[in-house]
């Protein structure tokens, strides 16, 4: 498990530096067109820093692959949670950004909820059992919520920020679906190559495109921190439910435990959500 953590601590890095690559580039690439998404995807790669965002990006999904194969699917996305400390130091020092002093309060509760989490894990060695009618019940309520809130943003009109924050609410949910379905993956008995030609395979992979779009265009419009938090926060909460409910993850060793367990997950989302948008960086040419 402990490997599994150190894993999810450097995904964690990883996916917040390549999300502000992300946002870097996509600011500077033509705005994406949903009938034209093969045109949109060039466009978005024909900005450098949004190609560098990706190449980090899946070098952090390697990682978090790597995690939720050897520590259970809540800790590895509580973990993923506590990457918003490294997103708001990176956003600041690196790219442009400033954070006020609410922003750090956030900062500091979310990393005293990851303590507690590391010292009150119990029982996180025992197999995990998936429940098949549970994960396809959660696959399918986290989709149609990720599905329904980019039909939402499409079809009705809204200021560019709330657009933002609608469509980094639906990518979150999206990658969240991904999480789960790998997480099945990795915990399922090994079929033709390894266990790759599965149905959840294309369930992660119908989930993980439908997000590239929807989070994208998030960057282009939204404002940048807070787009990424709101991104990272819902797919962190989508992921810990889905561990919990149809991985059956361990919430804590005994009532102490759980409490001091479901106090920390608390303290990890409410971290998050005392970061509202700082002012966005002037983007680079490039």
């Known amino acids: 498990m402990i490997l599994g953590l150190i894993l999810a601590l450097a995904s964690a890095v ?11 580039g996509a600011v500077l690439a033509p705005p994406i067109e949903v009938r034209h998404p093969l045109r949109s995807a060039v466009g978005l790669f024909r900005s450098k820093w949004f190609a560098v965002g990706w190449v980090v990006a899946i070098v952090a999904w390697f ?9 259970p699917l809540s800790i590895v996305q509580a973990v993923l949670s ?10 600041e020092r690196f790219f442009g950004f400033q954070l006020g002093r609410r922003q750090w309060v956030g900062l500091t509760i979310t990393a005293a909820g ?25 696959e399918a309520a986290i989709f149609a919520i990720g599905a329904a809130l980019v039909r939402i943003s499409a079809r009705r009109h809204f200021l560019a920020r709330a657009e933002g924050l609608i469509l980094g609410a639906a990518a979150g949910a999206l990658f969240g679906v991904s999480a789960v379905a790998i997480k099945y993956i990795t915990q399922a008995s090994r079929g033709p190559l390894l266990g790759l030609l599965s149905p959840w395979t294309l369930t992660a992979m119908i989930a993980g495109v439908i997000a590239f779009y ?26 810990i439910f889905g561990g919990i409910i149809v991985f059956h993850d361990p919430i804590g060793s005994g009532p102490p435990g759980i409490t001091a367990r479901f106090v920390a997950f608390c303290l990890v989302i409410a971290g998050a959500a005392l970061m509202p948008a700082p002012m966005r960086a002037t983007p680079d040419a490039g």
């Open 14 to 24: 990883a996916t917040n530096l390549a999300f502000l690559f992300k946002h870097r």
């Open 63 to 71: 990682l978090h692959v790597g995690a939720l194969a050897l520590a």
């Open 82 to 91: 506590g990457g918003l400390v490294f997103l708001a130091v990176f956003a």
């Open 114 to 138: 990851l303590v507690v989490i590391g010292l009150t894990g119990g029982g996180a060695d025992d197999p995990q059992r998936a429940s098949l009618a549970a994960l396809i019940a959660v």
């Open 214 to 239: 929807a989070s994208a265009r998030s960057l282009q419009i939204g404002n940048g921190v807070e787009v990424i938090t709101i991104t990272s926060v819902i797919a962190n909460l989508a992921a």
